[in-house]
């Protein structure tokens, strides 16, 4: 989200916090996503941390999510 010009106020913290969720559904939001604030299948592959069937080592996480 960072790299992508979204602010997160206190930075890239590991923390999935109040910031982040802002960041996110303002990002989903001008990239014409679902806006749910949550970083879900369509706004994993819009910031390229899905690359179609194969998922970056960053991500491996939210494909496990995704296909339970």
């Not at 706004?43 to 491996?60: E, F, K, N, Q």
């Amino acid at each position: 989200l960072i790299a992508a010009g979204f602010d997160v106020s206190n930075g890239a913290d590991g923390v999935f916090g109040a910031d982040t969720y802002f960041a996110v559904l303002e990002y989903q939001q001008a990239h014409g996503l679902p806006a749910t604030g949550m970083i879900d299948l369509y706004t994993a592959r819009s910031l390229g941390l899905l690359d179609g069937g194969g998922v970056s080592p960053a991500a491996s996480w939210i494909d496990r999510i995704a296909r339970s």
